[in-house]
Structures are given as structure tokens and as C-alpha cells.
């Protein structure tokens, strides 16, 4: 398979409400500073992916609000609907498939919507729906059963927290930049139990747009190539009551088919930063020991090994993650992004030295049901 | 074992709220309409293309536009149909009457089409090619959304 | 250097108004499990799968993630592909580039709907653009009508023109067992005396409302020619999307979007006479007026030329262009599935796998999908494989 790259990005900044901007006032803001960022016209760009949410945006065929405002007036299209990690992975296959170049552009008002109506509405209508599970509560039962399997503490969680919106004071797109102890964490209002305020990342509204283009278009771009050395997803069972949800199997069989295509043997080592979904402080550290991080049961230890810290041999997520901004389908596109940057050089003020090789990381479903994991490297 | 009976489960009527945002250029449409009952487009420096309502971008040229265009509220009809059979309005949850006509309008001196209802439901009575006006609400009754513009009636001499 | 891709099974449901005996995720297993059968697989072989469904009609969230169990995505890469009427074409060309690509060998690709559980009109008015289109905006049959009334008028066809069109899908449905109005057919007097919904689209003039799922299986060259004995190749692939606001659409043309994806397609195909190199077209048409109307975009006749193109009998079957020998989108209409369909309807017909409804000798086919604000995509498959 040929070689492509990332070769442009841009994203808005994450805000509680954009009330002036629509969704197609955004998703033009990062298609044309996307193009800018790579020195590309449209002209250059052969196909357009885009991602959204009918659920999110009120509307069935929610594509339809924004393929103009993406440049696709007389182009290839489609859409994908889930995180912008797996129409990332789409638009790349597309290249792969024969088209010079992909735009992908994933957008989400989290304030235009009833959230916990929207999250609800992914559960089985018939045996789960009526109980009211969503998003919060089932992160919640997840919680659970990490931290009962393997004795995570409330306190290794807030450690994420505390780390992730204090490395968003470095982020100028994040939402919510903090000054944080792991005491204000544990002191924040309990929302479903053991989940705390703080724990848990806001609602968001934004949009982002990379574009991934073959050797030619590489050459005629203006930025350093992000080279895209592995991809893979995989989901597991639906069903929560059918999943292990201490055991990220999916996952781990997502990373593993990355890092294989990636040709990395040591994660651990190999990996110079890496930018995971952290919807809830608890997923980093489970995340992590599904990326082979750590040893199952591990991710707490690791955290306050102080590894994943911005001068840890490890950084995770450095841009402040989902805890600082989460426009739903958009973030996981925004990890992508945010490796894409480090890999660049380009990360200003929350910068990592030395990454030659990045991993960025999405989710779709209750409590991770599915990933998509990427490896992203310098040559 | 016998057959079982086929079950169904009924969700009874959902409301989902949604608070959409208008933007800049559709903001200014209701604005006109509330103070001046009047429409607004918006040309494309590019094609030259003017279209009701205004919005940021020309989709056909990529570009951003800001030359505002006003129109009055007179248009021609290019294409309507008389709808007669009931369905509920899902921003209402309640059925909507019929029956009543959907149609496309062409604004005097815009380039694309406007779609809203005319209050004429006799096929007989209705020709693609007629005159239409805009019949507002009453301005203090006036909302700031398309249902400030009541209905296009047709023009007969 | 992308690899060649070919359609090496298909798989469908009996297609109904209402399967009660069935919930969403077992109706997909039903086409799943057929579609594997058709080319000797089992799901271990699948190496990655695509679903698509229009949301708000089941108004279930994350499709992808809660099919798993029948689509058969548990520990495999699935996601979810949707554009509204056009989702089983782009589903179709996801799994295409899933293949094209190099990442996957045997790809699935998956179309659903059942209609039965939603407020079909309703969940479809929710398209329209909340602020300035829904509140006049009646679903897809008065904005169908539109097309229809300016078409008659700029070329004087008539309801009778389009009602031979109903008769042509409703006719060649009886040879398609699969078909929703399979076993009702309908002569050209009742289609014409069927009641009026939104002038002049009467009831006999639009398509049903089904529960049905469809699944295609893509297969990478080297290992397509291993599991099939005549592979359906895929030649060319083209969408256009090409409007946000109704409006922006004018009917006194014709259907843009189709004439762009078409002309594309054709050229990458190396089609130069429509009518003349195809020997079969499965093509969305979800009212009787396009059948003559859309025709013409596509290029098998000039414009104004529908009617008589028609009436020459030139896409019945034995004709120059046999027209959905399924029955069309006017016999079943499992929304989610219905672009699908075309797809491996025409793949069928390359394969020799058509029974009562296969046309003689078929070399090539061309597919289309239709929806959202008067999109359209096309997909073309022949018997060898692309150089």
C-alpha cells in the first residue's frame, strides 16, 4: 500500500455554546483553514468525507446541513456516522482506493440537543432504553467494574483529571483549561456513582477537518507530511451485560492490528505520545492497558507514576483531551489532530520534544463498545 | 412449545427539544421581515447568482458572500403540489391540516427558490406561472421564524 | 495502485410491509446469512463490514455499535455509513473502497430498514432544514410532486406516461420473489384510478413502505475469482451530493446531480452510449414520473424523450435496456436497503443468479441510489474484470 499522510488540520475552538455559528458556519471555518494549513486549494481536494449525528443535529440525513460548506458542491461524497477517528479511517481508505486526496470534516452542537436524550437513544429500545441509561450512567457501570476488578481509586482517576484540564491551560481550542487538586476532583459534586463532576468531560460544541492526501499531494502541500503508518478498528458485543467492560477486548485487538501494520513491536517504548478518549477519567487508565500500555489492572499505578505526565516518558494526551472538550464525533478527530501536530512539531506551547511516532485513539458506543486506533509518524 | 403471540413495544410520543441556531444571515431575514416585511438575499460575487434566503456561502463557487440584495415580496410559482394526506408535524407532535399546497417560488430577482405554502388548494384554481405575494403576520405577533410569513396568496386581477 | 473489487454474493429478506416474527438486529442476520450462502462463506471469513439505515426512522443511535450481534460485527472493524435515501449506494462504495484499498479482503456490505417501527413521514420531514424549510416541507411525496408538475408542464407529459412506468416495475416484481408487491400486481386503469396523495402522485404512481435488509459481499481480485464463479466486477463508482437547501434545486431541469455522477462513471466505465451498452439498469426511481424524467439524466434518451422511450417498450424486459427486473424502488422500498438492492440486483444479473427475472446475456449494469436533497450516485458492474 502506497504511503499518505496527514497532510492538513484545523479545528475550531470548543466552546459550552456557539450560538452565532451554525453547523455549516463551522464546518466551513476548518474546511477553508484546513486547506490553508496545507497550502491546498479545493481544487486539490478529489473527495470529501463527512461526519455527523442525526441525533446531534435534529435531522435525519444530517449530512445533508453542510456537504456545500465543505466544498462538495461537484464531488465525491459520503458520511460517516460515529467518531471522526473512523470516517478519518474511511477518507484514508479512499486514498488508498485510487483518489489523490480526502477532506474529512466531523462537526456536533452538544448544546443544540438534549444529551442525555441523544445518548439514551443508543441503547436497545426495547430492553434497555426504558431504564434510562446513557452515557453518564453506563460510564458509571463501567467505573464500577474496572475499579472493583483491579482496586483503581477514586483518587488515580482524579489524577487524570487534574493532569488533563491543567495540560488544557497549553491548548488554546480546549473548553475548559483548570487549575485543579485531586482534592477539588473528589470534592466535585457526585453525578452517578463513583463518576464526579470532574470526572466527567463537558458538553461541546465544534468541528474539525484534516486532510489526508498520497505522495503527490504531499509534494504540492505546504506542511510536514504526517505519514499514516497504521490504522485498525474493531467492536465488540452490544449488550453491556454481555461484555467484560473491565476488559477492553475490542480495543486491544484494534491496537494490536495497528502497531502491526505500524511494524511496532513495543508500544510502551515506541510510542513517543500519544492522545486517547478520555470521556471519563476513568477510561484513560483502562484505555491504556488496552493499548498494552501497562498490565491489565496497571493504568492507576501508571498514572501516578507521573508517566503519562507532560515530562513522563509517556505523555498522554497533552492537548487536555475529551475532559477539556468533547464535541461528540468531533473529538476523537481531534486526537488525531492533536498527535498530527505533535508529530509536526507544530503543538505550540503543549509541544512533547523529540515525537517521531504518535497514537491517536476514538470511540464509538456505551463505554467503548468500539475503537479505532492510529499510529502517526514523522517519516 | 406453541407459537408465541409477536410482540411490539411502542415508545408512546417522544419529545426530543432542539435549540437550532440561525446564524448571522438568516437572522437578518427575520429582521427584515419583522421591520420591513420585506425579503433579503444575497448575490455571489463570483456567479453574480442571487438566493433567499441569504446565506454565508455560494456552495456552486466556494465563496463567502455579504452583498445583501432586498426583494420585495412578489414571486412567481414554479412548481407546487396539493398535499392530502395527514401526518404529524414532528416539530409540533400535533397532525397537520389538510389539505394545503407546498410550493416553490421564484422571489422577483432571486435565482433560486423559495418553498413555503399558498393558500390555494383547488387544482383548478392553481398554475404553475401565476403571480404570488407573501402575506405577513401581524408585525407583534411576529416570531422570528418562516412562520412569520403566514402563507403567498396568488394574484388575481 | 488500488485493487479491483468485485461483488461475489448478495443477500436479501423477504421483503414485507411488517415482519413482527423479526426484531431489527435479527432481520439483518436473516440478510447476512443469506449473502454469505450465496458465495459459500461464513462470517469468520468477513474481514471487516459497513451497515448504513436512515436514524430516526427505528430512532436508534449508533447503529453500528448495536447491530453487532446480527450484522455479525462482534470483534471484527464495523462502522456506519448514511446519506439518507442514497445510504445502501454509499454503503455499497464504502465497502468497495473498504476492499479497493488494500486493508480488507472480503468486505460486507449491510442496508436496513424497517420501516414498520417509525413515523415513516415524519422521521423523513426532519430532513428539511429545521428553520427554513420544515415548516412547509411535507415529506418526500409533495417534493417528488414538484419535479412532477414542472416536468409536465415544460414537456406536456401526462399521468398516463408515468402510470406505464408503475406498470412496468409492478409487472416485472411478479417474476421477483424477494419483491414486496410480489403476488400484487397492478393493471394500467388501477394505477390511474388509485387515490390522488399530492398531485399528480397517486398512490399507484409512489413506492411502499418496507421492512426488508439487504447484504453484498465485496471481494478483492485474486480472491474474488476464487469464491465465484462469475464475479461482478465494479467498474466505476460516482456520487453527487450536490445541495444543502431545497431550493437551490430547479425543477424546470433535469436532475443534475444525476447527470454529473452519470457522466463521470460513464467515463471512467468507458461508456459512451448509455442505452446501447447496457444490458440491464436497476435504478432508484421512487416514483413513476422519474422513470421517465431521470431516464433522460442518465442519457438513454434527450430530454422531453422519457415518455416515448418508454412507451417503445425499449425497458421492459426484451428490451433495449430492461429496467428493474426486481421490480424496482416502486415494488420494495426498505429505505436503508432499497439503494442496496439496486447494487446487487444488477450484481445478479452480471452473475447469472437472476431466475424468473435474469436478462439474457448480461455484460454490464448500471446501479443508481437517490435521496436527500436530490442526490444521486451510480455504480457500475461488468462481467470482466477492469483492466
Keep these: 500500500m502506497e504511503k499518505i499522510a496527514i497532510v492538513g488540520t484545523a479545528q475550531t475552538k470548543y466552546e459550552r455554546r456557539k450560538k452565532d455559528q451554525t453547523y455549516y458556519d463551522m464546518v466551513y471555518e476548518v474546511t477553508t483553514a484546513a486547506l490553508s494549513d496545507a497550502g491546498l486549494t479545493l481544487a486539490d481536494i478529489d473527495n470529501v468525507i463527512t461526519v455527523s449525528n442525526d441525533f446531534f443535529d435534529g435531522r435525519t440525513i444530517s449530512s445533508m446541513a453542510v456537504g456545500e460548506a465543505a466544498g462538495a458542491h461537484d464531488k465525491n461524497i459520503s458520511t460517516v456516522e460515529g467518531d471522526g477517528t473512523f470516517g478519518a479511517f474511511y477518507g484514508a481508505m479512499r486514498v488508498w482506493g485510487g483518489y489523490r486526496s480526502t477532506l474529512v470534516v466531523a462537526h456536533s452542537k452538544g448544546s443544540e440537543g438534549n444529551s442525555k436524550f441523544i445518548s439514551n437513544a443508543m441503547f436497545d429500545p426495547i430492553y434497555h432504553r426504558p431504564l434510562g441509561l446513557d452515557a453518564i450512567s453506563s460510564a458509571a457501570l463501567q467505573a464500577n467494574a474496572y475499579m472493583t476488578r483491579y482496586g483503581i481509586t477514586e483518587e488515580q482517576c482524579a489524577l487524570v483529571s487534574v493532569k488533563n484540564h491543567g495540560n488544557a491551560k497549553k491548548n488554546p481550542y480546549a473548553q475548559l483549561p483548570l487549575d485543579l487538586t485531586v482534592d477539588d476532583v473528589m470534592r466535585s459534586p457526585k453525578i452517578a456513582d463513583p463518576l464526579k463532576r470532574l470526572d466527567c468531560s463537558p458538553v461541546s460544541d465544534g468541528a474539525a477537518a484534516i486532510i489526508i492526501g498520497n505522495e503527490e499531494i504531499v509534494r504540492k502541500a505546504k506542511s510536514k507530511p504526517v505519514w499514516i503508518k497504521g490504522v485498525a478498528h474493531c467492536a465488540e458485543e452490544y449488550f453491556l451485560g454481555d461484555r467484560d467492560l473491565a476488559n477492553p477486548k475490542a480495543l486491544r485487538d484494534a491496537a494490536q492490528r495497528a502497531y502491526l501494520m505500524a511494524g511496532i513491536v513495543n508500544p510502551r517504548n515506541e510510542i513517543d505520545v500519544a492522545e486517547i478518549y478520555d470521556a471519563f477519567s476513568y477510561m484513560e487508565p483502562l484505555w491504556l492497558e488496552g493499548l498494552g500500555m501497562c498490565e491489565p489492572g496497571a493504568g492507576g499505578v501508571l498514572t501516578e507514576s507521573g508517566a503519562t505526565g507532560m515530562h513522563g516518558d509517556l505523555p498522554v494526551n497533552p492537548s487536555g483531551g475529551v475532559l477539556s472538550a468533547h464535541a461528540v464525533l468531533v473529538a476523537g478527530l481531534a486526537r488525531l489532530i492533536e498527535s498530527s501536530l505533535q508529530v509536526r512539531g507544530e503543538a505550540g506551547s503543549h509541544q512533547i520534544d523529540g515525537v517521531k511516532t504518535a497514537l491517536a485513539h476514538g470511540i464509538n458506543g456505551a463505554c467503548g463498545q468500539s475503537h479505532c486506533v492510529w499510529i502517526l509518524g514523522a517519516e | 412449545m406453541s407459537t408465541p403471540e409477536l410482540l411490539t413495544i411502542t415508545s408512546s410520543d417522544v419529545g426530543a427539544p432542539y435549540e437550532w441556531s440561525i446564524g448571522i444571515y438568516g437572522s437578518k431575514f427575520f429582521q427584515e421581515i419583522r421591520e420591513r416585511q420585506r425579503f433579503v438575499g444575497i448575490r455571489c460575487p463570483q456567479c453574480g447568482k442571487v438566493r433567499v434566503p441569504p446565506r454565508r456561502l455560494c456552495g456552486v463557487c466556494f465563496r463567502e458572500m455579504d452583498e445583501l440584495v432586498y426583494l420585495p415580496p412578489t414571486g412567481t410559482i414554479t412548481a407546487f403540489s396539493i398535499v392530502n394526506y395527514p401526518f404529524i408535524d414532528p416539530a409540533t407532535g400535533i397532525e397537520r391540516p389538510v389539505p394545503y399546497t407546498y410550493g416553490y417560488i421564484q422571489l422577483d430577482g432571486a435565482d433560486n427558490i423559495f418553498s413555503h405554502i399558498i393558500n390555494e388548494t383547488d387544482e383548478n384554481k392553481i398554475k404553475v406561472g401565476m403571480r404570488v405575494r407573501a402575506v405577513f403576520k401581524d408585525v407583534n405577533e411576529m416570531e422570528g421564524n418562516i412562520q412569520d410569513i403566514r402563507y403567498f396568496e396568488i394574484e388575481r386581477d | ?387
Excluded at chain 3, 34 to 48: G, N, P, Q
Excluded at chain 3, 241 to 256: A, P
Aim: glycine share 10%.
Design chain 3, 1 to 387: 495502485m488500488a485493487r479491483r473489487v468485485a461483488i461475489i454474493g448478495t443477500g436479501q429478506t423477504h421483503h414485507r410491509s411488517r415482519r413482527l416474527d423479526v426484531n431489527g438486529r435479527e432481520m439483518i442476520h436473516e440478510a447476512v446469512t443469506r449473502a454469505l450462502a450465496d458465495c459459500e462463506l461464513t462470517m469468520r471469513d468477513i474481514d471487516a463490514i459497513v451497515i448504513g439505515n436512515m436514524d430516526h426512522f427505528e430512532a436508534i443511535n449508533a447503529v453500528d455499535t448495536w447491530s453487532v450481534e446480527g450484522s455479525g460485527g462482534v470483534m471484527k472493524p464495523i462502522m456506519k455509513v448514511t446519506t439518507g435515501g442514497t445510504t445502501g449506494t454509499s454503503v455499497a462504495i464504502a465497502a468497495y473502497y473498504h476492499v479497493a484499498s488494500g486493508m480488507f479482503d472480503r468486505v460486507l456490505a449491510i442496508g436496513w430498514e424497517k420501516n414498520s417501527e417509525s413515523d415513516t413521514t415524519g422521521a423523513i420531514v426532519t430532513c428539511s432544514d429545521p428553520i427554513w424549510d420544515r415548516y412547509s416541507y411535507s415529506g418526500a411525496i409533495p417534493s417528488l410532486a414538484t419535479e412532477a408538475s414542472a416536468y409536465m408542464e415544460k414537456f406536456g407529459a401526462t399521468q398516463r406516461d408515468a402510470a406505464r412506468v408503475a406498470l412496468r416495475e409492478r409487472t416485472h416484481a411478479q417474476n421477483n420473489p424477494y419483491a414486496h408487491m410480489h403476488g400484487r400486481p397492478l393493471t394500467l386503469d388501477e394505477i390511474l384510478d388509485s387515490p390522488m396523495l399530492a398531485y399528480p402522485i397517486k398512490l399507484g404512481d409512489i413506492c411502499p413502505r418496507t421492512d426488508g435488509a439487504a447484504a453484498v459481499v465485496f471481494a478483492a481480485e485474486g480472491v474474488a475469482e476464487k469464491l465465484a464463479p462469475r464475479p461482478a466486477w465494479v467498474k466505476a463508482n460516482s456520487v453527487r451530493h450536490t445541495n444543502t437547501w431545497f431550493g437551490d434545486v430547479d425543477q424546470r431541469t433535469g436532475l443534475e446531480s444525476l447527470e454529473r455522477a452519470s457522466r463521470e462513471a460513464y467515463a471512467a466505465a468507458g461508456i459512451k452510449n448509455p442505452a446501447e451498452d447496457f444490458d440491464v439498469a436497476e435504478l432508484y426511481l421512487p416514483y413513476s414520473y422519474a422513470g421517465l424524467k431521470w431516464i433522460e439524466a442518465l442519457g438513454f434518451c434527450p430530454p422531453g424523450g422519457g415518455p416515448q422511450f418508454i412507451w417503445d417498450g425499449h425497458t421492459d424486459m426484451g428490451g433495449k435496456i430492461s429496467v428493474n427486473p426486481s421490480g424496482g424502488v416502486m415494488s420494495t422500498n426498505c429505505i436503508g436497503a432499497t439503494a442496496l438492492l439496486r447494487v446487487a440486483e444488477a450484481a445478479i444479473q452480471v452473475m447469472g443468479k437472476g431466475e424468473a427475472r435474469q436478462v439474457p446475456d448480461v455484460k454490464t449494469a448500471l446501479a443508481t441510489g437517490f435521496g436527500g436533497c436530490w442526490w444521486s450516485d451510480v455504480f457500475i458492474l461488468g462481467k470482466d474484470k477492469p483492466a
